[in-house]
């Protein structure tokens, strides 16, 4: 909440004020006590949601920043887990090579490790905007060949590690939302959070096979 909350507090209080006292009748002194009041608390209001706008907005700049080392990684990216709604959708042993960096993104080469003849030139684009909610995204544009169905969305950034890995998320018709892992190495910390941040069944890719497998699950440690 920002400027536009403060104001609304503003109204609220001084139709408070104005509703419960009889405001011609008070001395000239109350009156000046009672405006002071609702600016000294309208004005704590304010400080308040604006520290809570800042946190919000750094927390944003954080993150499109480990985001965007991750895009802009010399290293192979892999796509190694997704949300089981999506697994008709995207294929499994996506791989990303780099190419060239950019100011907001990177150029990279898309293409399945089985078949790696069919390739797609894509820019990598992220995408900031500091007007609230601030919500980092990242989209796939084609510059040669054609991009695999359900990479021309926009896709909402839920977290990102620098040289590690970085999740996205998107919404279907339905309202439904689905998740993907790009790492540039399978580990457990990326795998783990991307369990706490998204909600339904997971697939992890084989990439030796080039096919989306069940998610073991973890075994308990024993007493």
Same mark, same amino acid.
């Given at each position: ?17 104005? =509703? ?30 604006? &520290? ?11 993150? *499109? ?18 949300? =089981?709604?999506? @697994? ?22 898309? *293409?399945?490790?089985?078949?790696? =003849?069919?390739? /797609?030139?894509? *820019? ?5 905007? /500091? ?5 980092? =995204? ?15 969305? @926009? ?5 990102? &590690? ?6 996205? &998320? ?30 339904? &069944?997971?697939?992890?890719? @084989? ?5 989306? /497998? ?8 024993? @007493?």
């Amino acid at each position: 909440m920002g400027p536009v909350v403060c104001r609304g507090w503003s109204w609220l209080l001084g139709t408070a004020v104005f =509703s419960h006292v009889r405001w011609h009748r008070c001395p000239k002194m109350q009156r000046k006590t009672f405006l002071l009041s609702i600016l000294i608390i309208t004005f704590g209001l304010c400080a308040a949601e604006g &520290e809570t706008d800042q946190e919000r907005i750094k927390k944003s700049e954080d993150l *499109y920043r480990k985001a965007l080392n991750v895009v802009q990684t010399t290293s192979n990216l892999r796509l190694f887990k997704i949300s =089981s709604s999506i @697994n008709k959708t995207v294929a499994a042993c996506l791989v990303t090579k780099f190419l060239e960096k950019e100011t907001r993104g990177a150029i990279r080469m898309l *293409y399945r490790k089985d078949t790696p =003849s069919q390739k /797609t030139k894509i *820019y990598v684009a992220l995408h900031y905007s /500091t007007v609230l909610p601030i919500r980092p =995204s990242l989209q796939a544009h084609p510059i040669r060949g054609q991009l695999p169905p359900y990479w021309n969305e @926009n896709l909402i950034i839920k977290h990102a &590690e620098i040289d590690d890995c970085i999740i996205l &998320e998107s919404t279907d018709l339905n309202g439904d939302l689905s998740c993907l892992l790009w790492a540039l190495q399978k580990n457990n910390k990326c795998m783990k959070i991307f369990d706490k941040m998204c909600t339904g &069944e997971a697939l992890v890719a @084989n990439m030796k096979t080039c096919q989306w /497998t069940k998610q073991k699950k973890a075994r308990k440690a024993d @007493n």
